[in-house]
């Protein structure tokens, strides 16, 4: 047996992590300025990196001035190709036009006084339809600068009325009727054919009314006066609108049949529209009829607002003649939850209409304001009638109150070769982190690791569309496009950890190994707050062995029958290695024979120092450090899960806490199979009960009746053992008297009442609790006086 002393260090490490040359040294890579973060990839405009070389949550902001950012955003145009927004006009004084958008309220544009007055006019772009709720006018009021006296003001949509022009249909929202003296004018917007619906009760939001879609503003003089000037054009939006750059952050959009198109409904362009929603009744059923859309966002947000925007009669280049929107509509929310059939878990958020009798909808905009929830997919569906059902989308809007709710950062494959300079695998012994938690949110973080890599192609025709690989090779060279190439991880990579709970904790993928990669989620249940990650830390040292390769034979067996297996370990072993002396099997708890074990070194037999069975490992300790070629370790074991997994890990006395996992030689070398269970129901295997008849009379002979079985295929089984009478009677229940998945149970004929049963006949009841399979097995029993 292993001391407790030694147990503990060789499980926990107890000891120097700075070790003596040759034996290995640690060294820590540090992941904490933007070169190391800008490797790796989290979504779009949701992650930031400080000055200081932090990674901060972006928190989306309300009650925004689009003027300030509007160059940041790009769109098509008729005559003009991709532009940036800012100043779209300016027919006099140009050059000075970009003071009314600079932020600074000292700087103004005064039109020139020889212009005509049809000049005397200017026009912003804010780069994207935005939701607007007030426009300022800051005017200057100073020796040759004044404000002007008499004008208009006037927004546009961005939708343009001819698709040969950048013409757009501009409304009035200002004019003065009297001379104006102010310097500071603010304008109220509301819209035509706009509802705003508040949806949980208790919240009172300050914007509930007045809102309007803008991209444009026309600033106009309707006289000329001496030193006219303006200062600055501010506006008041909502807020920022996560739907924007959903698709460029790895969202998706999926419709029906007839919502073709949707994705232009986040790309902050009037002008391009999820095609027209038509629909005759089929099934009555809006799944069936298509008319719906699904919207993925590509990570977890806190929600609070949705706008949707459907074409006004008449309205845009393509012309919309339909007079409503459509005969009601309903929206659900999902935070990603799914349901046993793997499908998106649905709550509703919202309906317009009545779903089980549709009438047509006059409005055309909506906005629903409601209490903060977690939202990542996003389902809209209408309610279908005999009647058709046709309408015109343009955008839809999403709004958050603050930071998102989860974001995924993946790191790239981290070369620990390359960095330590040697292209050798390394032996990982932790992960640390430093992270700023402020309350109600959290950080996890997991790592996988590999040695290998494998190249993924993607083909591509002369378009740019994707294509298979035997559709490009058969293609003219002429038409052929592009091959991209992709490293990815390799088949010897292991799956996912589980999520470190401390920082400075072991490390817990498969080691050693060349490569890894980490995955962090910040999450906060809180918009007000988000996690920062200031740090991240690889901790390492030289490998025992350059490399560990390993296979276990053989690699099948029987159900619950002692079986004589052999695990063949071919380490490569370098001149600076330390070697090991130590060997951890890894296995299911209680199925190894500690005293069968046997380890040859080719022909040699190697008796071991000491041997032990702690928890589910198996414990070898050698005589001496082992360098050799090969090396085998027989035991002996029972097994009664299929597709058994055998870990083999290496140790070293000089090096505690390091364990360097043996890489299985190819994929499910160390996996063995029960054939037997494959198809097979049945849950319980080997029942017996000793003695079948037995004398619980107190006198120390046959007093005690033992109940042994195995339990198959169940994870974490807890058997309810129970005694009946022969009239169904329940008599006692009875608890665990030893096991692992060999299950003991013990029964002294006392009834659940203290009292000693009466002889007879008894039934012995299992029943596993299992939902699949033959759960449950029922043997009588004799109590004899």
């Known amino acids: 047996m292993i001391s407790s002393v030694r147990w503990l260090r060789w499980a926990f490490g107890l000891g120097s992590l700075i070790l003596e040359a040759g034996s290995g040294r640690a060294e820590v890579f540090t992941i904490d300025s933007a070169p190391e973060w800008q490797t790796w990839q989290f979504p779009q405009g949701l992650v930031q990196i400080s000055q200081a070389g932090h990674l901060e949550l972006t928190r989306f902001r309300r009650g925004i001035d689009p003027v300030r950012d509007a160059e940041q955003f790009t769109h098509p145009t008729v005559t003009r190709g991709q532009v940036s ?265 919202v309906a317009e209409g009545d779903e089980q009798a549709p009438f047509y909808i006059e409005d055309r905009h909506f906005r629903y304001l409601f209490a903060p929830r977690q939202v990542r997919y996003l389902l809209w569906y209408g309610f279908v009638t005999p009647q058709e059902w046709h309408a015109r989308v343009p955008e839809l809007m999403l709004f958050s109150p603050g930071y998102p709710a989860q974001v995924v950062l993946r790191s790239g494959f981290i070369d620990l070769g390359r960095i330590a300079g040697d292209n050798r695998p390394k032996a990982i012994r932790s992960l640390s982190w430093e992270v700023e938690l402020p309350p109600r949110t959290r950080m996890q973080l997991r790592s996988r690791s590999g040695s290998s890599f494998k190249e993924e192609y993607t083909f591509h025709d002369k378009k740019g569309e994707i294509v298979t690989e035997a559709r490009w090779n058969s293609l003219p060279k002429a038409v052929k496009g592009p091959v991209d190439t992709v490293l990815v991880a390799g088949g010897d990579w292991s799956p996912w950890s589980n999520f470190y709970q401390l920082s400075g904790e072991a490390f817990q993928s498969e080691n050693p190994r060349r490569f890894l990669q980490l995955e962090a989620i910040l999450s906060t249940d809180d918009p007000e707050v988000a996690p920062v990650l200031r740090s991240l830390a690889i901790e390492y040292e030289d490998a025992l062995v350059r490399q560990a390769r390993g296979r276990l034979e053989p690699r099948q067996a029987r159900p619950n029958e002692a079986t004589r297996f052999t695990y063949t370990l071919w380490p490569s072993v370098g001149e600076d290695d330390s070697g090991f002396d130590a060997l ?141 009478d022969l009239a169904g009677r329940p008599v006692a229940e009875l608890t665990e008297a030893g096991g692992g998945l060999a299950k003991v149970y013990r029964w002294s004929g006392i009834a659940a009442d203290g009292h000693r049963v009466a002889p007879g006949v008894y039934l012995c009841h299992i029943d596993l609790g299992a939902e699949v399979g033959k759960e449950a097995v029922a043997r009588s029993i004799a109590v004899v006086y």
């Open 85 to 349: 927004g800012g100043i779209w006009r300016a027919a006099s004084n140009p050059q000075a036009a970009a003071r009314i958008i600079d932020g600074d309220r000292r700087t103004s544009w005064k039109p020139e006084a020889a212009d005509p007055l049809a000049a005397w006019e200017v026009e912003i772009d804010l780069g994207r339809a935005v939701l607007v709720r007030q426009l300022r006018l800051i005017f200057p009021d100073e020796e040759g600068a004044h404000p002007f006296r008499q004008f208009s003001v006037y927004v546009a949509t961005g939708a343009t009325i001819t698709i040969a022009d950048d013409l757009f249909s501009f409304d009035t929202v200002y004019q003065t009727t009297l001379p104006n003296t102010e310097r500071e004018i603010a304008i109220d917007l509301s819209g035509r054919k706009d509802t705003t619906r508040v949806l949980d009760p208790g919240l009172d939001p300050e914007d509930e009314s007045g809102f309007r879609v803008v991209q444009y503003i026309r600033f106009g003089a309707d006289a000329k006066s001496e030193d006219a000037a303006l200062a600055e054009i501010e506006v008041v939006a909502v807020g920022d609108n996560i739907g924007l750059g959903a698709l460029e952050r790895g969202g998706t959009f999926s419709a029906g049949l007839v919502t073709r198109d949707p994705q232009f409904m986040i790309d902050g362009n009037m002008n391009t529209h999820a095609n027209k929603f038509t629909v005759f009744r089929v099934s009555g059923d809006w799944k069936a009829d298509g008319l719906w859309w699904e919207l993925d966002l590509g990570a977890l947000f806190w929600l609070d607002e949705v706008f949707l925007y459907f074409n006004d009669p008449g309205e845009g280049a393509s012309g919309s003649t339909t007079r409503n929107a459509g005969t009601g509509f309903a929206f659900r929310f999902s935070e990603g939850r799914r349901t046993t059939s793997g499908e998106v878990d649905y709550t509703p958020l």
């Open 584 to 724: 951890r099997l890894v296995a299911p708890e209680g199925l190894i024979d500690a005293g069968r074990i046997e380890v040859r070194s080719g022909e040699e037999r190697i008796a071991p120092a000491e041997v032990s069975v702690s928890q589910d490992s198996l414990w070898v300790f050698l005589p001496q450090q082992h360098r050799a070629d090969s090396l085998e370790l027989s035991f002996t074991a029972r097994l009664l899960r299929n597709a058994t997994v055998f870990a083999l890990d290496l140790g070293n006395a000089a090096r505690p806490g390091l364990w360097q996992s043996v890489e299985a030689v190819e994929r499910g070398a160390n996996v063995v199979f029960l054939p037997e269970l494959t198809g097979s129901q049945r849950l319980i295997r080997d029942l017996e009960i000793i003695p079948p008849a037995f004398t619980p009379n107190g006198d120390g002979i046959n007093d005690q009746l033992e109940i042994r079985f195995a339990v198959l295929k169940v994870e974490k089984a807890r058997p309810r053992v129970r005694i009946f």
